[in-house]
C-alpha cells in the first residue's frame, strides 16, 4: 500500500480571484519537508531491518529464464540434480514465456534466440512433447527467426554435448590458448576476466568433446530450418568486407578444427593439465571458479570430462557452490504463487552491504551505531590480501579492495572497492586503524588500475583491444573489459571524500576522460546499469564531489536532459532495450532506483528548486509503502522484477532488488540536506 500525503503543502491548491473564482496555480509542487523526513525514517527502518544478523545485507540478483534452462540441461547431462527442483524451474521458465512464444532476455523485451531455443530444449530433456501448445508456439518463432544455426556459440557448444550440433561446426575453443605467454599479444589475460574464467574450464570441455545420447523424442531436429541435414551449420564468412578480422579469426578457426580432425595436436596434453591446475587454483578462496553461473557451471562440467567422479571432493564442493545460487519457492511467492525454482547468476553481499552503509550513513545513522560497526567489521573481514589475476598486468602493487560476493579473492573489482571505501567513511570501527589501512590499500590498489585514458575499468587495466570481439567464439559481446564513465564517477566521489582534488593529475585525466565521453544531448552511457540514467547520475556525482562547476555546460546540459526524460507521473525510467537502441534513452516506466538516480544527478548538478526535482521526490515518497520499501516489480508480468543493473549490455541484464531500497533512501537524503542547507542560508 502506498503512503498517502496529507499535508495540504504538498498539493498545489487553487487561488481565489477577486471575484471568488478559482484559479489553477502553476508552478513548483512543493511536498512538506516533514514527509520527506518520515520518508527517510521509515527506509532507514526498513533497510535495517534486512541486515543479515552477521552484519551484511545482500538481496536477490535476478536474472533470465536462461540460467533455469542451463540448469536442467548440466543436471541432465551429468545425470544429477534433484527431480523436484528441475520441476519447478520448469515453472520458472513458463513464467517468463512471451505471447510471441518466445523468451526474452529482459522482462518485456524482444524474444531471443539463444534463450528460445535453451528454453524448447530444457523443456525437451523434461520429457515435453513437441506437440505440447507452449512447445508449438515456441517452436514457430524459432523457426521464423533462423532456427537453431543462429543461437550463439556458447549455446551450440552445449547442444554438441548431447549430440544436437556439429563439433566440427563450433568455433573452436582450444586449450592451447592458455599457453600463451603474458607478453604475447594474444594470453587469457588480454581479454576480460569474467571471459577468461568462462572460457578455460569450457576449453577443457571443447578438448574432451563429451557426448551423452539422449532419446530420439528429446531432441530438437525440429528447430532446424528446413531439417538438420539441410541446415549450413558453420559459421558464415563475411561477404562484405571479405578482407577483415572476421574472416581472418574463421580462417584460423578452420585451420583449428583441420588439425583436430587429424590429430594434430602436440601441445594438447600439456594444455588441458594446465587448464586443469589454473581452474584449481582458482577454486581456493572463492564461491567456485569466478563465484559466478556460466563459469562455475563450466568447471562442473570440466572436472567430468577430466575424470573426476560425482564422490570427488572437489566435484563435491563445486556442485554444492553451484546448488547455493539457487532460489527454491516449494509453496511459490506471494506475487506468483505456483512453485518455482531460479537461479541467481551469482551473489552480491559486499556490493549491496557497502550500498546499505553509505546510504544509511548518508541518512544520519550514527557511526558508532552497533549494526554500523558490525557490518563495517564483517565488510573489513572481506578485504583482499592476494594477488589475483588483476596482478599479470598490474605489477608490483600491494593487493587491496574488494569483491562483489561472499569470497572470490582472485577477482576483486574496482567499483566495489571504491563503494566500500565511501561506506567504510561513514563509520567508526573500533579497530581504527584496521579500517584506515584497509581504506588506504584499498585507494593505492584502485590508482594502480587507472587506465592509460584516465578511466576504471571493473576488473582489469587497459582491458581494451577490440581485435578480440572478432574470435569466432566471442559472439557474447562481453570479451573486453573497457574503462566505463559509471565507474569512473563513482572513484571521483569516494577519492573527494578522503581528500583528493583536481590537484592530483590522477583525478584531472579520469575527469577528461568522463567529459570526452560524453553524449551530444549531454548524457553518459551506463555500462553497469540501465543505462544512460545510471551513467549520468554517477558522472554528476563524481563531477560534483571534485568541485567541478556546475554551470559549466557539461553539467547543465546533462541537467537538462535528466529534466526532458522525465515520465509524466513525475519519475523517471529506462529499459534495457536503450543498449539496442539509443532512441530508447530514459524511455520506460517510472522505478524507484531510476527515479532515484535522476534525482541525485539534479542535484548533484546544483538543480534543487525545478518542478522536475520537486515531482521526482513526490512520486518517491507517494510510491513508498507502509513498511518503508518500494516495489519495482513490472506490471501485469507474473510478479517480475523490472530489470535496472546490468551485467554485459546487449546480452544479459539483472534485477538488484536491494536498489528499490537504497538508492531511494539515499535521494531523499540527498534532498532533505540541501532544503536545509537552503533554509539555514536564507
Known amino acids: 500500500m502506498s503512503q498517502s500525503i496529507s499535508n495540504p503543502q504538498a498539493v498545489p491548491q487553487p487561488a481565489k480571484t477577486a471575484h471568488g473564482r478559482t484559479q489553477p496555480r502553476f508552478g513548483r509542487m512543493d511536498l512538506g519537508l516533514e514527509h520527506v523526513v518520515a520518508g527517510i525514517e521509515r527506509a532507514k527502518d526498513w533497510l535495517l531491518g534486512l541486515q543479515h544478523p552477521d552484519g551484511y545485507w545482500c538481496g536477490e540478483l535476478e536474472a533470465d529464464s536462461m540460467l533455469e534452462s542451463d540448469y536442467i540441461f548440466m543436471h541432465k547431462l551429468l545425470d544429477t540434480g534433484d527431480e523436484g527442483r528441475m520441476q519447478r ?3 520458472e521458465i513458463l ?3 512471451n505471447e510471441d512464444g518466445g523468451w526474452s532476455i529482459y522482462p518485456n523485451g524482444p524474444s531471443n534466440i539463444s534463450l528460445g531455443v ?3 530444449f530444457a523443456l525437451k530433456l523434461m520429457g515435453w512433447s513437441k506437440d505440447h501448445p507452449v512447445l508449438v508456439k515456441a517452436r514457430k518463432w524459432i523457426l521464423a527467426n533462423g532456427g537453431v544455426v543462429e543461437v550463439n556459440t556458447f549455446t551450440k557448444i552445449y547442444l554438441c554435448f548431447m549430440g544436437q550440433y556439429e563439433y566440427d561446426a563450433v568455433p573452436a575453443v582450444p586449450p592451447e590458448l592458455i599457453l600463451f605467454p603474458n607478453w604475447c599479444y594474444f594470453n587469457i589475460y588480454e581479454i576480460s576476466s569474467w571471459s577468461r574464467a568462462i572460457v578455460v574450464p569450457l576449453s577443457i570441455a571443447y578438448a574432451k568433446k563429451p557426448f551423452k545420447k539422449i532419446a530420439p523424442e528429446q531432441g530438437i531436429d525440429e528447430l532446424f530450418v528446413g531439417g538438420r541435414e539441410n541446415a549450413n551449420l558453420h559459421l558464415r564468412w563475411d561477404k562484405k568486407k571479405p578482407v577483415g578480422w572476421r574472416n581472418l579469426f574463421l580462417a584460423f578457426d578452420r585451420i ?18 594446465k587448464a586443469e591446475r589454473w581452474m584449481l587454483e582458482r577454486f581456493e578462496m572463492s564461491d567456485g571458479l569466478g563465484a559466478i553461473y556460466p563459469s562455475m557451471m563450466n568447471a562442473i562440467i570440466a572436472l567430468r570430462c577430466l575424470g573426476y567422479s560425482n564422490d570427488d571432493p572437489q566435484f563435491i564442493r563445486a556442485m554444492d557452490e553451484f546448488e547455493r545460487l539457487g532460489l527454491d519457492f516449494p509453496e511459490g511467492e506471494p506475487n506468483y504463487p505456483t512453485p518455482t525454482f531460479r537461479m541467481q547468476p551469482c551473489v552480491s553481499p559486499v556490493w549491496d552491504t557497502g550500498q546499505a552503509v553509505f546510504a544509511l550513513g548518508e541518512a544520519g545513522v550514527d557511526k558508532h551505531d552497533p549494526r554500523m560497526v558490525k557490518a563495517a567489521g564483517w565488510l573489513l573481514d572481506k578485504e583482499v590480501r592476494h594477488k589475483g589475476d588483476w596482478a599479470n598486468n598490474v605489477r608490483n602493487v600491494e593487493p587491496g579492495g574488494w569483491y562483489f560476493e561472499f569470497n572470490n579473492e582472485f577477482y576483486p573489482d574496482v567499483d566495489d572497492s571504491a563503494q566500500v571505501v565511501m561506506a567504510l567513511k561513514c563509520v567508526e570501527h573500533p579497530h581504527a586503524k584496521a579500517q584506515h589501512g584497509a581504506c588506504m590499500r584499498a585507494i593505492d590498489w584502485i590508482f594502480a588500475m587507472q587506465c592509460k585514458n584516465g578511466g576504471w575499468a571493473g576488473f582489469d587495466k587497459d582491458n581494451t583491444k577490440k581485435i578480440f570481439e572478432y574470435i569466432p567464439f566471442a559472439d557474447h559481446n562481453a570479451m573486453i573489459d573497457p574503462p566505463s564513465v559509471d565507474i ?5 566521489e569516494m577519492l573527494a571524500s578522503y581528500g583528493y582534488t583536481r590537484r ?3 583525478v584531472e585525466a579520469a575527469i577528461q576522460f568522463i567529459l570526452k565521453e560524453q553524449e551530444s544531448d549531454g548524457s553518459w552511457f551506463g555500462r553497469w546499469g540501465v543505462n544512460y540514467l545510471y551513467g549520468t547520475f554517477l558522472v554528476l556525482r563524481g563531477l560534483e564531489a571534485m568541485g567541478y562547476w556546475n554551470h559549466e555546460p557539461a553539467i547543465q546540459q546533462a541537467a537538462e536532459w535528466i529534466r526532458m526524460m522525465q515520465n509524466a507521473d513525475g519519475g523517471w525510467g529506462e529499459t534495457c532495450g536503450s543498449y539496442d537502441d539509443a532512441l530508447q534513452k530514459a524511455i520506460g516506466p517510472s522505478t524507484p532506483s531510476q527515479t532515484a538516480w535522476a534525482v541525485l544527478g539534479l542535484l548533484a548538478a546544483g538543480d534543487t528548486r525545478s518542478d522536475s526535482v520537486a515531482k521526482g521526490i513526490r512520486w518517491l515518497v507517494s510510491k513508498q509503502a507502509e513498511n518503508g520499501s518500494w516495489d519495482e516489480s513490472a506490471a501485469g508480468r507474473n510478479g517480475e522484477a523490472v530489470y535496472t543493473g546490468t551485467g554485459f549490455p546487449r546480452v544479459f541484464y539483472l534485477a538488484y532488488h536491494l536498489y528499490r531500497d537504497y538508492f531511494p533512501l539515499l535521494a531523499l537524503t540527498t534532498y532533505k540536506k540541501l532544503m536545509e542547507r537552503e533554509a539555514e542560508a536564507a
Not at 569512473?488 to 571521483?492: D, V
Open 89 to 91: 524451474a520448469v515453472n
Open 95 to 97: 513464467r517468463h514465456q
Open 118 to 120: 535453451k528454453a524448447y
Open 256 to 273: 583449428a578444427h583441420w588439425a583436430e580432425r587429424v590429430h594434430i595436436r602436440p601441445l594438447r596434453k600439456m594444455a588441458i593439465k
Open 488 to 492: 569512473t564517477g563513482r572513484i571521483l
Open 504 to 506: 592530483d593529475k590522477r
